[in-house]
Nanobody
Framework: QVQLVESGGGLVQAGGSLRLSCAAS????????MGWFRQAQGKEREFVAA????????IYANSVSGRFTISRDNAKNTVYLQMNSLQPEDTAAYYC????????????????????WGQGTQVTVSS
């Protein structure tokens, strides 16, 4: 079983950048397809980005494509979400997730494909 801890959130002005990190323990992130989701206050959790188990494939929500980049460093047991050109509508709690089963290829955009979640990190973008 893998445990996930996000970090790197904070307050940033519109147009700025942040890099979120998701550190794993218990098992290596290299065993899982990984994803990032976000949930704004009063809204449902939504897909942001995902990376395949091997790291060769990535997918993004239309709203972040071209601005956000997901990556993984298996040696550091960490997954990242680089967020550029941030906008107020990106304000949300961001959650890292690992697929339900190890060694599934992915990437996956449905929350139901993930079985392990971090506690979230808050990102606030001011206008």
């Amino acid at each position: 079983q893998v445990q996930l801890v996000e970090s790197g959130g904070g307050l940033v002005q519109a147009g700025g950048s942040l890099r979120l990190s998701c550190a794993a323990s218990g098992r290596t992130v290299g065993d899982y397809a990984m994803g990032w989701f976000r949930q704004a206050q009063g809204k449902e959790r939504e897909f942001v980005a995902a990376i395949s188990w091997g790291g060769s494939r990535t997918i993004y929500a239309n709203s972040v494509s071209g601005r956000f980049t997901i990556s993984r460093d298996n040696a550091k047991n960490t997954v990242y979400l680089q967020m550029n050109s941030l906008q107020p509508e990106d304000t949300a709690a961001y959650y890292c997730a690992a697929a339900r089963v190890t060694y599934l290829s992915g990437p996956y955009s449905r929350a139901t494909d993930y079985g392990y979640w971090g506690q979230g990190t808050q990102v606030t973008v001011s206008s």
